[in-house]
């Protein structure tokens, strides 16, 4: 009999999902044993894995084929190690993690548009992006079938939304978001409330790094590597200092900044500075229960009271909007490989056969 084996796909802890391939014979009796739902190929089941009396999680499992299937599993240590070690009990040789997005040696399917959703599928860091990953498929069908019907000008506005919109791409590679500001003003608190909802375990496992300086908070369904920065004045103190240089050091790196004030304190030389410095970062007022003492008018800012979590979950949509996975529609044709950029950008260029090749 060929050999069965499990692979941890994601890296060790940080993420809101974690996902291991079964691969070989004993996947078929594996999920009758211990998933409480039927595994229809193709199609992303979720139910609860089982051994014997104990729960281990509550997984959307995905049959590949007869012969492999991926476990999205929520990412803590406990769960993970808990399932590779039952795999290996039920006979799975166990490995560890590899490479992504997947080799062409790993992958089954044969269409190309198929293989890239299969390579990508192990990224997948959150429910809302393995549904968006999977509908890609069907969305692109459904453009084969009516871009012929659509007039030229409709052609080329239809592919240049499909250009510009990276949600996809955000959903597979989690971006990074830098919290900075004074001491004091809330940064950590709020921190704390983006990660409240789902925060993962990380880096407690052995063999992962511990000058890790983010987590991945889970906001509305979008990944981010959220890192709370120590907080930024002008201090004498070379150790400080040294702090300091790594906060902006961080915050020129990220893809987002957010910019923390404080309602009950003006803004001084080095918060105006910061709002000069980074003039895309959104700006946000904390401690709203307490009386203002100036006027934030211009700043356009969010305001939260990070104690209370009020305001936090507008500010989680802001966060979501700018990496364009608010109200995500699942459905739309999106792209996530260099192959199917240039493939759009031809398209664009004139070429709108091309897109037969998506
Ligand atoms: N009243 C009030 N206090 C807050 C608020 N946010 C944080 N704090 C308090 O301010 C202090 C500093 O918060 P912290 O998150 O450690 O600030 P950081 O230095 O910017 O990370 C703590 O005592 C918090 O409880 C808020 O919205 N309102
Ligand atoms: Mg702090």
Known sequence: MAASQAMLLTPPGAAAIAVVRLTGPRVEPFLREH??????????????????????DDPVILRINDLSAD???????????SVMELAGREGFELQNH???????????EQQPLLREVESHLPMVRSELGLRALLAQPGAWRDVHNSFVHL??????SFIQHCLDDRALIHLLSPPTV???GSPNVGKSTLANQLFARKRSITADLPGTTRDWVGEIADIDGLPVLLVDTAGIRRTPDPLER????????QARSADLVLIILNAAVAPDEHERQLLDQYPLALRIINQCDRPFTWDPAGLHPLRTIATTGHGVDALRHRIAATFQCDDLEIPRPRWWTDRQRQILLRALDGHPQALAEL
């Open 35 to 56: 998933f409480n739902r039927p595994t229809p190929i193709g199609r992303p089941v979720h139910g609860l894995l089982r051994d014997h009396e104990t729960i281990l």
């Open 71 to 81: 476990l999205n599993l929520h990412g803590g240590p406990w769960v993970i190690h």
């Open 98 to 108: 590899l490479e992504l997005p997947l080799a062409d040696s790993m992958l089954d």
């Open 151 to 156: 007039s030229h000008d409709q052609q080329k």
């Open 178 to 180: 830098a919290i900075i």
């Open 242 to 249: 040294a702090a300091i240089d790594q906060s902006h050091h």
